[in-house]
């Protein structure tokens, strides 16, 4: 039996243990041990391994900005920065025909700048907007899909927790990762409104908030400073070699201490307004620790699976054979985007990267799109990045959906279907927009 046959046979029982819901970090891990121990003929070559490779995992410092991101995303949470960011929004926006539901759009975009995580952007901005949208006479599909949508904002509106791990996977610059997030993330939210404005001519009712006073619109608008000046200092701090923007400019400090900085500053700021508690700080920890051992342990399975295939030199061997069939790139590129489509439709998003990259990066690496080898990876990073966020809303089981959901409980799931639909035809458009024009996600590369 081959090397490929063998990673073959591995991957398909791995996707099988996943589907009877088994953990993804597992399922990786039982697979990639198992794969060594049959190749290698040996237990003792993966028992080797095991005894240094967490440690080499973990300590990795470019990791240690994992925990510090959700950290700042959880003291986000309990500041009330949602809050202010949607009440902000509303006040400019809630007084026009479907001006509410636009407003949960941006305030979803400003809350994913300092939270970095799609769920909890959906659950904390459908504690916030949900009731105010039914206030306005939305009807639950709509109300509850765009919530739904604009919750994956905050997986691409940088910093992003998901952008970090494939960076650090592709071997690339964790800035230009986030600068090349900031247009396809803009692209998002425009088009989710104009999704919502095509939408609510559709519905009944006038779905429209009082009218606010300027004066109100602009002590709402200066409510938000703390997330516009916490975006400015982890965003300054992560462009870590400014050289890439201005040569000879010096980075105030790097992307783990920018992170830093993010955190401490939101947390300084949820304390002195009061919505920061010692038992909301103890939470946030807790919370931010468990998810940070769950993203270190489906990093510690997919290691483990990234060594198996290694040995069945099957990455290399698949790029070798797409190379020879003179199959046009593009064609290539969009099958790994539909199997991305359809998978993220049941697994999550880190999940699905960890589990995909090392396959078909060397495969991205040997086709030719007429971009630089640096640009084709930053490229890649963001189409399968917007791809697997279509995942999250797709139904049955988009994640997402399940969040607010569970927010809106007298609402059928089957509602919440319908209501997303457009929206993520509004990203299949973006993604072929991202194909086609490269360069909206490299402007700043």
């Known amino acids: ?45 993966p028992l080797n391994q095991l005894k240094t490779l967490s440690y080499d995992t973990f300590s990795s410092y470019s990791l240690s900005i994992v925990p510090l991101f959700l950290l700042m995303g959880q003291f986000a949470t309990k500041s009330g920065m949602s809050r202010a960011l949607f ?40 504690q916030v907007a949900l009731p105010e949208m039914r206030r306005a006479g939305y009807s639950d599909a709509l109300a509850t899909g765009v919530l739904a949508a604009g919750g994956t904002l905050g997986i691409l509106i940088p910093p992003s927790v998901i952008l970090v791990i494939y960076a650090i996977l592709a071997e690339q610059n964790i800035a230009k990762m986030f600068a090349a997030a900031i247009v396809p993330g803009i692209l ?41 000046l916490i975006f400015a200092l982890v965003m300054g701090g992560i462009a870590a070699d400014w050289n890439w923007v201005k040569p000879g400019v010096q980075a105030l400090f790097t992307p783990t201490e920018g992170a830093a900085i993010g955190m401490v500053i939101t947390g300084l700021y949820g304390a002195a307004t009061g919505g920061l508690t010692w038992s909301g700080f103890v939470e946030s920890v807790l919370a931010a620790a468990s998810a940070t051992a769950m993203i270190f342990l489906i990093l510690l399975g997919a290691q483990l699976f990234n060594t198996f295939l290694a040995f ?10 797409i190379g020879g069939l003179g199959v046009l790139p593009i064609f290539v590129l969009l099958g790994m985007l539909v199997f991305y489509l359809v998978f993220g439709c049941v697994m999550d998003s880190l999940s699905m990267i960890l589990l995909t990259v090392p396959v078909f990066f060397p495969i991205i690496e040997t086709l030719d799109f007429g971009l630089t080898a640096e640009a084709t990876a930053i490229w890649f990073g963001i189409l399968a990045l ?43 458009l973006r993604v072929a927009l991202l194909l086609a024009v490269p360069s909206l996600a490299l402007i700043w590369i």
């Open 1 to 45: 039996m081959t090397g490929v046959e063998i990673a073959l046979i591995g991957f398909a029982l791995m996707l099988l243990a996943i589907f009877l819901r088994v953990p993804v970090a597992v399922a990786m891990g039982i697979t990639g041990f198992v794969g060594v121990w049959i190749i290698r003929g040996s237990a003792s070559a």
């Open 87 to 126: 009440q902000a929004a509303a006040d400019w926006l809630g007084h026009r025909r479907g001006g509410v539901a636009m407003a949960t759009v941006g305030a979803c975009a400003g809350f994913g700048a300092i939270c970095g995580s799609s769920l909890a952007t959906a659950s904390t901005m459908g």
């Open 188 to 228: 998002a939210a425009v088009g989710y409104m104009i999704v919502v404005r095509l939408m609510v001519s559709r519905e009944s009712g006038d779905l429209r908030a009082p009218k606010v006073a300027y004066a109100k619109r602009l002590k709402s608008l200066l409510a938000v400073w703390p997330v516009i």
């Open 312 to 321: 069945t030199q099957a990455p290399q061997t698949l790029a070798e054979w």
């Open 386 to 428: 917007v791809t697997v966020e279509i995942g999250l809303i797709t139904p049955p089981v988009g994640l997402n959906l399940f969040i607010i959901n569970g927010l809106a409980k007298d609402v059928p799931i089957g509602q919440t279907y319908r209501g997303v639909l457009p929206f993520i035809a509004s990203d299949i």
